[in-house]
Every structure is written in C-alpha cells, then in structure tokens.
C-alpha cells in the first residue's frame, strides 16, 4: 500500500476544520445570545410587573399617608371646638374666637393665617378681628350637614396669595351641630404633604384636584396650573387619557407612558376627605435598569466562557474529521497535477463515515483504473475507425457537390421558364386590358347611337310639329292678306266718300252719320286685324302697330262724329283731315299688303325646306339604325374577345403559379442539398476532429499509470 502524504503547496482556503470550528462558536453564541435575550425579556416583564404593583401599593399607602396628615389637621380643629367655653351656648361667638388668637400664634409658623367661629346664620368671626357672611359658601353649608371640609386653595386678595380652608361642624355639649369652626391654611402647606414623598431617583408626587389643577408638588412654579394644558400639555393622549380616567373613577390605577421622549410608570389613587387625586411618576429606568444591566453582564461572562468551551471542542472534533480528507486531498492531487498514478489507495481509518469515504474512494480509483484500461484499447481500436470515417466523407462530400451543381443548372432552366410565362401573362393582361377599353368604347358608342336614334325621332316629331305650324301661320297671312285687302278697299272707299263729303259739305248731318258709319267699320276692322297680328306672332308686330293705329283713328272719327252736331264750324275741316288720314290709311294698307305677300312667299319657302329636312331625317334615321345594329354585332364578338382572352391569362396564371411551385420545390430541394453539404462538411469536420480527438485520447490516456510494477 503507498501512502502519499499532504504539503502545503496550492491557494488559501477556508478549511473545513475552521469551518466546523466557527459553526460550533457560531450555534454556541447564538443559543447564549437568545438565552440572554428571553431572559432579559422574562426579567424585565417580572420586573415591570412587580413595579406596577409596587408602585400601585405605593401610591395608595401615600394617599392614606396624606389622608392621615389631613385628619390630624381636622383632630387639631376637633379639639379646640371641644374646649368647654367653646361649646358654651352662652358664650358669643366673638368672645369664643378670642380664645382661639393665642393658639393662632404658635400655628402661624406651620402654615396657618386665621381661626374662624360662626353659626348657622352664616356669619364668620375670626381671630384677625374681621367678620365674613360665608353663607352661600359650598363649605359652609357641607361644614352644617356634618362633614369635614378641606377646600381647593384661591386666590386671596387680602393675603395676596393661595389660602385653603378647612372646616369642621361645631357642636353644643349635647352634640348638636351649632355652626361651623374653620381655619385658613397657606396654599403651600398642600405642597408640605407630599413634599418628602420620593419615588425613585427622579420621581415626582402631584397632589390634583378633580378638576386638573396641580395643589401640591415640590416645584413651586407648577402650583395652581392646569395639568392638562399648562404642565402635561404636549404629552401623549394616551398619558392624559389615562389621567382623565383616573380623576373622573377615582380608582386606582397605574399607566406607562412615554413623556418627553422617556418612558414613565405613573400610578394615580384618591384621598378620603377631600376627593384630590395623588399623581406619583417615575421613569421606568430606574426601577428596571440597574437589574437588567447586571443580568446582561452575568449573560455576556456566560457566553464568552460557552465560546472558549465550543471552540476547543469544535477544534478537536474537527481535527479528527479533516484528517482523512487531508490524505484524499493529497491523493487526488496527485492524480490531477502530479504522475496521475491510479494504483493508490488510501488508509481506512475508523469506523465513520470517513473511514467509509476512504473505503469508497479506494473503490472508485480502483474502477478508473479499470475504466482508463478500457478507455486506452478502445481508443486504439477508435483511431482506425476514425480514418476510415474521415475518407469516407470525403467522397459523400464530392457526390453532394456534384448533385448541387445540377439542381443548380435546373434552377436556371426553371427560372427561365418563370420569365418567359410572366412576361406572356403580362401581355395577355395588356391584352385584356384594351379589349375591355374597346367593349366599354363599344358600349358607349352603342349608348350614343342609341341617344342619336332617339333625339331624331324627337327632331322629326319637331319639325312636323313646325311644319303644320308654318302651314297654320300660311294660312293666317292669306286671311291677313285679304282682310288687308279689304281694309285698303274700304279705305279707298272711305276715301272717295271723304272727298263726295268735302264737296257736298252742306249735307253735314249725312256725312256724320258716314262718318260713324265708317268709325265704327274702321273699329271692327282694327278688331279683327288685332286679332290677326296676334295669330301671326312676330312677323305680325307691325300690322298690330296699324290695327293700334286704325283702331284709335277709329275711336276719333267717332268722336268727331258725336260732335258734329255742336262743331259745325269745323266739320269742313275734319271732313279734309279725314280725308288725308284714310289717304294716310290707304298707303299703310299698301305697305302691310307688301308685307303680307313676302312673309307669304318666306313661309312658303321655310316649308318646302323643312318637307326636304323631314326626308332627311328618316334617311338619317335609317342609317344609325344600321349603325346600331353593326356596334351591336361588334360588341359580341368583343365580348368573346375577351372572354377566350381571360380564359388565356387563366392558363397562363395556372402556368406561372406551376413554375413558381416547381421553382419553391428546387430551392427547398436545393436548400435541403445545402443542408446535406453543410452537414456533410461539417460531419467531414467532425470525422477530422474525431481522429484528433482520439489521438488526444490516446495521448491523454497514456499519461495515467494503471499497472504497478508487479503486474509488468
């Protein structure tokens, strides 16, 4: 068996052994530190309950303390209201009180001001000489029922300072109550009954009244102030809630809370006589601090004595288990860094676990050694195996190349094919494009035949319409003609007849009636060529202008003729002016004759005309009917046109989609190609790198020593 033995050699480390020692130190103070801590807890509650109930025992025996001094003060009043002459009735009360002013001296100096006698009539006489009405005084009227009085000081104005009284009922020598005797006491003799009351170091007693106010304390500026809102005012409410509770039960109670950031114990109790409330507060460290300080220097002492103790211990215990770890450490160093001798074994020390781990160890060598064994004839055996890899990917790398080149000659042919039907899709698609501009030229070219067809129809239904309405205006100008002609007739008529009148002036009554007869004539004539120029519209302004004309000249001849009978002397005159006028008339009639007979020929003309537009009109007619019927015949065969032009575009989508899936199919196949190529190169990689691999295996196994000189 070889031993190998540790050195020193290598980095710093924590060892386990410091490490075990440090944890025995560790668990030892801690067990110590919360040992220490329960029990400071569990020290300090006992403690500060034995405080509280200290301190509850303490202030209720003060309160009797002080309600002891206050009975001594009322006995002091008993017993000079027992003296004889003081219970004599028929003694007056002014001679009872001079018994009382010797007294008064000998009490000045404890506090006391004046004695003071009276009866139930409320009338006070005191040893000062002075008398008072204390009638309606509170104490007064208790003193008379029988109780012992004792009141809050005040403000006295003629003592210039606090003065309290104290009161006793006065009895008759058979026990009847007679009156009131009292005293007045300085407000500082108050403070006197708990000044020698100390609590703790730092504590303090408060004498307070039920209403708050600071009656005694042994620090004077206090005195007479408000507790709540003078003294205690920026305290916590829970401090003047519990002092609250405390005045108005009048029970007994004690509090801690934290005044001026320190923690008190306070402990309130009422007194018998006066119904005040004794207040005695301490911090809480002065009653707890000095014992919990010597606990925690005995806990400290206690612990540093269990951490000497831990650590020895923990020192050699370690020591025991770090021992064979420190010849398997040398062991596996030897192995890792040194001849990498796998034929050690280690000594098996003990019947612990570390005698087990050596044990295992010695095991688990044992199987490397065997492992390595394999691993060196298997290694030799891979090393063949890895050249005949190698070679033989070699050769998978030149077929995988050659494959690659032919997928790519193909993908050329494919991409070629892909061109050609694209672009033969691409010119079908302009096919159809001008085919559907063609068979929507078609379709408009169709709509406007169709619109011509109709707005000819609607132009020979017009110029029909026109026609018979030249023919009816034809007609009316032949009726103007002759009514024309007959009105220029008559005026000649009428002319000769002006003329027979002028020369046969004399029958002037004859001529008047002429003259109506052809005024009225005239009129009817005027009518009917008014009504004539209104069928004859535009071309008949002008006769209307000489119906307008004849029709007023009319109108005069009439009146000339109603005034024949009473202007004779002018008759031969307007007989000459009638005269000049049908002249005038005649040569009119002439002009609207001429006239008439030139719109006649013109409306003779316009309907020859529009007889020869109405025949060509049906030819047109015709003709865009043959039009319509060859568009109708054209947009059928553009309809087929670009139905078998669609249906080409059609295959050649079909085409194009087919190579392009073909095209996706040899890049697949030629990614798929590269993938094998990849992976042929890479196994190709992989085999060089097995064959180092193994090489370095073969090396690297060599350097283990797996047989002792024995087994040579």
């Given amino acids: 068996m070889k031993h190998i033995s540790s050195d020193e050699k290598g980095n710093k480390i924590f060892s386990i052994k410091n490490k075990m020692i440090a944890a025995?130190?560790?668990?030892?103070?801690?067990?110590?530190?919360?040992?220490?801590?329960?029990?400071?807890?569990?020290?300090?509650?006992?403690?500060?309950?034995?405080?509280?109930?200290?301190?509850?025992?303490?202030?209720?025996?003060?309160?009797?303390?002080?309600?002891?001094?206050?009975?001594?003060?009322?006995?002091?009043?008993?017993?000079?209201?027992?003296?004889?002459?003081?219970?004599?009735?028929?003694?007056?009360?002014?001679?009872?009180?001079?018994?009382?002013?010797?007294?008064?001296?000998?009490?000045?100096?404890?506090?006391?001001?004046?004695?003071?006698?009276?009866?139930?009539?409320?009338?006070?006489?005191?040893?000062?000489?002075?008398?008072?009405?204390?009638?309606?005084?509170?104490?007064?009227?208790?003193?008379?029922?029988?109780?012992?009085?004792?009141?809050?000081?005040?403000?006295?104005?003629?003592?210039?300072?606090?003065?309290?009284?104290?009161?006793?009922?006065?009895?008759?020598?058979?026990?009847?109550?007679?009156?009131?005797?009292?005293?007045?006491?300085?407000?500082?003799?108050?403070s006197n009954l708990v000044s020698d009351m100390t609590v703790g170091k730092t504590g303090s007693a408060y004498l307070i009244s039920p209403e708050g106010i600071v009656l005694g304390n042994r620090q004077p500026e206090i005195l007479y102030k408000d507790i709540f809102t003078e003294v205690f005012e920026h305290e916590s409410k829970e401090f003047q809630g519990f002092l609250r509770n405390a005045l108005s039960s009048g029970k007994s109670r004690v509090s801690i809370s934290e005044i001026n950031h320190t923690r008190y114990i306070s402990a309130v109790s009422s007194m018998r006589y006066s119904g005040w409330t004794l207040l005695i507060m301490a911090p809480v460290s002065e009653f707890i601090a000095e014992d919990i300080t010597m606990l925690i220097r005995t806990f400290i002492l206690i612990s540093v004595i269990l951490l000497l103790i831990a650590s020895v211990i923990g020192f050699f215990i370690a020591r025991n288990i770090v021992k064979p770890l420190n010849l398997m450490i040398d062991a596996l160093r030897n192995i890792s860094q040194g001849e990498g001798d796998l034929t050690i074994n280690l000594p098996v020390i003990g019947r612990d676990e570390t005698g087990m781990l050596s044990t295992y160890f010695n095991e688990t060598i044992f199987k490397v050694r065997n492992a390595i064994k394999t691993v060196s004839v298997g290694s030799s055996e891979m090393k063949t195996v890895g050249s005949d890899l190698e070679s033989n990917m070699v050769s998978v790398s030149e077929f995988v190349k050659a494959i690659t080149d032919s997928i790519e000659e193909l993908r050329g042919h494919f991409t070629e094919q892909e061109k050609s039907v694209s672009e033969t899709?691409?010119?079908?698609?302009?096919?159809?494009?001008?085919?559907?501009?063609?068979?929507?030229?078609?379709?408009?070219?169709?709509?406007?035949?169709?619109?011509?067809?109709?707005?000819?129809?609607?132009?020979?239904?017009?110029?029909?319409?026109?026609?018979?309405?030249?023919?009816?205006?034809?007609?009316?100008?032949?009726?103007?003609?002759?009514?024309?002609?007959?009105?220029?007739?008559?005026?000649?008529?009428?002319?000769?007849?002006?003329?027979?009148?002028?020369?046969?002036?004399?029958?002037?009554?004859?001529?008047?009636?002429?003259?109506?007869?052809?005024?009225?004539?005239?009129?009817?004539?005027?009518?009917?060529?008014?009504?004539?120029?209104?069928?004859?519209?535009?071309?008949?302004?002008?006769?209307?202008?000489?119906?307008?004309?004849?029709?007023?000249?009319?109108?005069?001849?009439?009146?000339?003729?109603?005034k024949i009978s009473t202007t004779l002397r002018n008759i031969i005159d307007e007989i000459e002016l009638l005269a000049s006028s049908a002249s005038g008339a005649v040569e009119k009639f002439n002009y609207i004759s001429d006239y008439s007979n030139e719109i006649h020929y013109a409306i003779e003309s316009v309907v020859k005309v529009m007889d020869k537009q109405e025949e060509n009109s049906s030819s047109v007619r015709d003709m865009i009917k043959n039009v319509g019927s060859i568009t109708n015949g054209?947009?059928?065969?553009?309809?087929?046109?670009?139905?078998?032009?669609?249906?080409?575009?059609?295959?050649?989508?079909?085409?194009?989609?087919?190579?392009?899936?073909?095209?996706?199919?040899?890049?697949?196949?030629?990614?798929?190609?590269?993938?094998?190529?990849?992976?042929?190169?890479?196994?190709?990689?992989?085999?060089?790198?097995?064959?180092?691999?193994?090489?370095?295996?073969?090396?690297?196994?060599?350097?283990?020593?797996?047989?002792?000189?024995?087994?040579?």
């Fill in 425 to 562: 899709a691409s010119a079908i698609e302009e096919v159809i494009k001008s085919i559907r501009a063609l068979h929507e030229s078609i379709d408009r070219q169709l709509s406007v035949v169709e619109r011509s067809t109709s707005s000819l129809d609607g132009m020979t239904k017009f110029v029909s319409s026109v026609e018979e309405n030249i023919k009816g205006a034809q007609n009316t100008m032949q009726n103007l003609a002759s009514a024309t002609d007959s009105g220029r007739e008559t005026l000649t008529q009428a002319n000769n007849i002006s003329q027979r009148i002028s020369e046969a002036s004399g029958s002037l009554i004859e001529a008047s009636a002429v003259i109506q007869n052809i005024a009225n004539q005239t009129n009817l004539l005027a009518m009917n060529a008014a009504i004539e120029a209104a069928h004859a519209g535009k071309s008949g302004k002008g006769f209307a202008v000489v119906a307008a004309e004849i029709r007023k000249l009319a109108e005069n001849s009439s009146a000339q003729g109603k």
């Fill in 24 to 190: 025995f130190a560790f668990f030892s103070l801690s067990i110590a530190v919360i040992s220490c801590i329960a029990s400071i807890a569990l020290a300090s509650f006992s403690l500060m309950s034995n405080t509280r109930y200290f301190l509850k025992e303490l202030v209720f025996s003060s309160s009797k303390v002080l309600d002891e001094r206050s009975k001594a003060m009322f006995e002091k009043l008993e017993a000079f209201s027992n003296i004889p002459d003081i219970q004599e009735d028929s003694l007056s009360y002014r001679a009872k009180i001079e018994l009382l002013k010797n007294e008064i001296q000998m009490q000045r100096q404890r506090g006391w001001i004046n004695f003071g006698i009276g009866g139930k009539n409320g009338i006070l006489y005191r040893t000062d000489n002075k008398t008072e009405n204390i009638s309606a005084e509170a104490w007064f009227r208790d003193a008379l029922t029988g109780k012992y009085v004792i009141t809050e000081p005040v403000f006295s104005a003629t003592e210039r300072m606090y003065v309290s009284t104290i009161a006793i009922p006065l009895r008759d020598l058979q026990g009847k109550i007679t009156g009131v005797m009292s005293a007045k006491l300085l407000g500082g003799s108050l």
């Fill in 634 to 712: 054209v947009k059928y065969n553009s309809a087929e046109m670009l139905a078998s032009s669609e249906n080409i575009l059609t295959q050649a989508t079909q085409l194009d989609e087919l190579t392009r899936v073909l095209r996706k199919t040899m890049d697949s196949i030629e990614s798929q190609v590269d993938l094998i190529n990849s992976a042929t190169q890479e196994s190709l990689e992989i085999a060089a790198k097995n064959k180092d691999s193994i090489d370095s295996l073969v090396t690297e196994v060599g350097k283990f020593k797996t047989q002792t000189s024995e087994d040579y």
